[in-house]
């Protein structure tokens, strides 16, 4: 995963930071002490966990998994980017929600010379030791990586190969020497998303080939558990696509050898995880893409014998609680769905990219989004429906009429309708037609009670199984013209009335029709890179980078996009440095 620190800057950042330097020292202090006195020697199999005989048995006893993002792969250190030392009460917590397993990402540039022999600090290791000695203590796999390593120096290969390759051979050398002993619930993972700079596809694959069969016969060579411990492959870059997946087929088949996993990862539908492009609701392109996906990494791996960790899967930019929410939350609750049914049908095993500020709070070990989670956990084991959208939207400066939603049962029975504890009667309340649910005009008029802008009501849509599907009844009007505005490219925002409804997207084109902005092959700019709604103060905001981007001294017809269908027009100048906005 590229690295996503924004923690500095956040709100009640001193304290954050204060708590964590505490933790920080307590964690120096354990290690000052001797990891011996912290983490217990490793035994035959810890926290009583056997591994199972076969690769792909063992790999399926791994199921769900979760990363330690963003802390000892952070750069330079644990703590950088914003996440406090990890502990073993927090490992105990992730096995406590459920999870078998965790990636363990290492980031080892910064603690490590860069020169022959390429050693690596001794109580760096001895460090990456303990946490891997909680985890396996309790009760965890755990897979341990060389993480953003393979942008800071493996992406060099092409015109530096020598010594990349004598750098990547030698941290496995003293990592291989440092683990050899840990039972096989530990896993090795050759590099992360590995890259190489300038290199034609042709030669990235023969330079990834090289790596991970270099890995392999490092690992197996140096004495052990490592004779048979299950090593882990990635794909250029860890895209599922179908020429990398054969490509990976290919080197894992002339290893011989049954220990041996391949890794993706799965981000979703680009355009659909970062909102960019029109990607506001996980359409079909976007299903589509989830499950070839999943097809292609069962039929090319799985079904010839080769288990498929999901070492990373998440959406780009969601959830971001430092920002307004890119990808509305039904829409990415639907994806979480999809992605643990495609897995479970594919036999793929998916760890969840948690960089430590988006999931599980790692101070106060509590889920940031309980709800969240709850979407999340379910999937691994069962479906849930859903439905077209999770709102209903009433315009307030018209009567109400009957609205409409599409349900999704995904394989489950619609059961009814529930405000609280009160179930809703079908043909006073609603009708049903095969999977169209309509609220009739009488219900919703109750429903929104006095009308005031925002969500007047909450219903929950039950199925036979999974969790419920939550409708909000939401009053909106939509936003009134926007006024004239002026600002600098450093900041430029336009006062509005959001009346209720919520931005989707902003399309941004010149009178000739030319995209404009920092996304110029489409006329919808990402959500939260180019603008960005802020609620509480009525604005909407246009980034500096989309400013930066503009051509000077034409203007910009600006079309704003909101989740009731409403649209808004308004056009936008930038003259040098500074920038005038008026209603089009």
Same mark, same amino acid.
């Given at each position: 995963?590229?690295?996503?620190?924004?923690?500095?800057?956040?709100?009640?950042?001193?304290?954050?930071?204060?708590?964590?330097?505490?933790?920080?020292?307590?964690?120096?202090?354990?290690?000052t002490l001797g990891t011996a006195l912290t983490a217990p020697a490793a035994e035959a199999a810890p926290g009583g966990v056997r591994v199972p005989d076969s690769a792909m048995d063992?790999?399926?006893?791994?199921?769900?998994?979760?990363?330690?993002?963003?802390?000892?792969?952070?750069?330079?250190?644990?703590?950088?980017?914003?996440?406090?030392?990890?502990?073993?009460?927090?490992?105990?917590?992730v096995r406590s929600e459920g999870f078998r397993s965790v990636r363990i990402p290492v980031t080892w540039n910064d603690h490590q010379s860069a020169t022959a022999p390429y050693t690596?600090?001794?109580?760096?290791?001895?460090?990456?030791?303990?946490?891997?000695?909680?985890?396996?203590?309790?009760?965890?796999?755990?897979?341990?990586?060389?993480?953003?390593?393979?942008?800071?120096?493996?992406?060099?290969?092409?015109?530096?190969?020598?010594?990349?390759?004598?750098?990547?051979?030698?941290?496995?050398?003293?990592?291989?020497?440092?683990?050899?002993?840990?039972?096989?619930?530990?896993?090795?993972?050759?590099?992360?998303?590995?890259?190489?700079?300038?290199?034609?596809?042709?030669?990235?694959?023969?330079?990834?080939?090289?790596?991970?069969?270099?890995?392999?016969?490092?690992?197996?060579?140096?004495?052990?558990?490592?004779?048979?411990?299950?090593?882990?492959?990635?794909?250029?870059?860890?895209?599922?696509?179908?020429?990398?997946?054969?490509?990976?087929?290919?080197?894992?088949?002339?290893?011989?050898?049954?220990?041996?996993?391949?890794?993706?990862?799965?981000?979703?539908?680009?355009?659909?995880?970062?909102?960019?492009?029109?990607?506001?609701?996980?359409?079909?392109?976007?299903?589509?893409?989830? !499950?070839? +996906?999943?097809? =292609?990494?069962?039929? /090319?791996?799985? $079904?010839?014998?080769?288990?498929?960790?999901?070492? *990373? @899967? &998440?959406?780009?930019?969601?959830?971001?609680?430092?920002?307004?929410?890119?990808?509305?939350?039904?829409?990415?609750?639907?994806?979480?769905?999809?992605?643990?049914?495609?897995?479970?049908?594919?036999?793929?095993?998916?760890?969840?990219?948690?960089?430590?500020?988006?999931?599980?709070?790692?101070?106060?070990?509590?889920?940031?989004?309980?709800?969240?989670?709850?979407?999340?956990?379910?999937?691994?084991?069962?479906?849930?429906?859903?439905?077209?959208?999770?709102?209903?939207?009433?315009?307030?400066?018209?009567?109400?009429?009957?609205?409409?939603?599409?349900?999704?049962?995904?394989?489950?029975?619609?059961?009814?309708?529930?405000?609280?504890?009160?179930?809703?009667?079908?043909?006073?309340?609603? !009708?049903? +037609?095969?999977? =169209?649910?309509?609220? /009739?005009?009488? $219900?919703?008029?109750?429903?929104?009670?006095?009308? *005031? @802008? &925002?969500?007047?009501?909450?219903?929950?849509?039950?199925?036979?199984?999974?969790?419920?599907?939550?409708?909000?009844?939401?009053?909106?009007?939509?936003?009134?013209?926007?006024?004239?505005?002026?600002?600098?490219?450093?900041?430029?925002?336009?006062?509005?009335?959001?009346?209720?409804?919520?931005?989707?997207?902003?399309?941004?084109?010149?009178?000739?029709?030319?995209?404009?902005?920092?996304?110029?092959?489409?006329?919808?700019?990402?959500?939260?890179?180019?603008?960005?709604?802020?609620?509480?103060?009525?604005?909407?905001?246009?980034?500096?980078?989309?400013?930066?981007?503009?051509?000077?001294?034409?203007?910009?017809?600006?079309?704003?996009?909101?989740?009731?269908?409403?649209?808004?027009?308004?056009?936008?100048?930038?003259?040098?440095?500074?920038? /005038?906005?008026? $209603?089009?």
């Amino acid at each position: 995963m590229r690295e996503s620190h924004p923690a500095a800057s956040r709100p009640g950042g001193a304290l954050r930071r204060l708590a964590i330097l505490l933790l920080a020292l307590g964690a120096t202090i354990g290690l000052t002490l001797g990891t011996a006195l912290t983490a217990p020697a490793a035994e035959a199999a810890p926290g009583g966990v056997r591994v199972p005989d076969s690769a792909m048995d063992a790999v399926a006893a791994m199921q769900p998994s979760w990363n330690l993002g963003n802390t000892l792969d952070a750069i330079p250190e644990e703590i950088s980017w914003g996440n406090p030392p990890a502990t073993r009460e927090l490992l105990a917590k992730v096995r406590s929600e459920g999870f078998r397993s965790v990636r363990i990402p290492v980031t080892w540039n910064d603690h490590q010379s860069a020169t022959a022999p390429y050693t690596i600090d001794a109580a760096y290791m001895s460090r990456v030791k303990q946490v891997v000695d909680w985890a396996l203590d309790e009760g965890l796999y755990v897979v341990l990586n060389v993480h953003h390593d393979s942008w800071q120096w493996v992406n060099k290969m092409p015109t530096d190969h020598d010594n990349v390759l004598a750098r990547f051979n030698s941290t496995w050398t003293q990592i291989s020497s440092a683990f050899k002993d840990e039972p096989r619930t530990l896993l090795f993972e050759s590099v992360n998303e590995p890259v190489f700079d300038g290199a034609t596809a042709e030669q990235k694959t023969k330079l990834l080939d090289e790596l991970n069969v270099s890995f392999h016969k490092i690992v197996r060579s140096s004495g052990g558990n490592n004779d048979d411990r299950l090593l882990v492959l990635p794909t250029e870059y860890c895209t599922p696509s179908q020429p990398l997946l054969d490509d990976l087929y290919r080197t894992i088949r002339s290893l011989d050898d049954d220990n041996v996993v391949a890794t993706v990862h799965y981000y979703s539908w680009w355009p659909f995880s970062v909102n960019v492009a029109g990607g506001t609701h996980y359409d079909a392109a976007a299903q589509k893409d989830l !499950t070839d +996906s999943f097809t =292609r990494m069962h039929d /090319t791996l799985i $079904a010839k014998g080769i288990p498929v960790y999901l070492g *990373e @899967y &998440g959406l780009l930019s969601w959830p971001d609680h430092n920002h307004p929410s890119s990808v509305e939350r039904g829409e990415a609750l639907k994806y979480f769905e999809h992605v643990g049914a495609a897995a479970r049908e594919a036999g793929v095993t998916t760890a969840l990219w948690d960089p430590g500020f988006a999931y599980l709070n790692r101070i106060t070990l509590k889920w940031r989004d309980p709800a969240l989670f709850a979407w999340i956990k379910s999937s691994w084991t069962t479906r849930s429906g859903t439905a077209s959208f999770d709102r209903v939207y009433l315009p307030k400066s018209s009567p109400v009429t009957a609205q409409s939603l599409t349900l999704n049962p995904n394989g489950t029975k619609f059961r009814g309708l529930w405000q609280g504890d009160t179930k809703l009667k079908e043909k006073r309340d609603y !009708t049903l +037609s095969g999977n =169209r649910l309509t609220l /009739t005009a009488k $219900a919703l008029t109750r429903l929104a009670g006095d009308r *005031e @802008y &925002g969500v007047n009501a909450t219903l929950k849509a039950r199925f036979s199984s999974g969790l419920p599907w939550q409708i909000d009844v939401v009053t909106y009007d939509r936003p009134k013209p926007l006024p004239a505005a002026k600002g600098t490219t450093e900041e430029f925002y336009i006062l509005t009335d959001y009346r209720g409804d919520e931005l989707a997207a902003m399309e941004s084109t010149y009178a000739n029709g030319d995209n404009a902005g920092p996304i110029d092959w489409n006329p919808y700019q990402e959500f939260n890179k180019a603008f960005a709604p802020d609620y509480p103060n009525n604005k909407i905001i246009l980034t500096t980078a989309f400013m930066k981007a503009l051509r000077d001294g034409e203007k910009v017809d600006l079309t704003f996009h909101f989740y009731s269908g409403a649209t808004v027009k308004y056009q936008v100048t930038r003259d040098g440095t500074k920038v /005038t906005g008026s $209603a089009s």
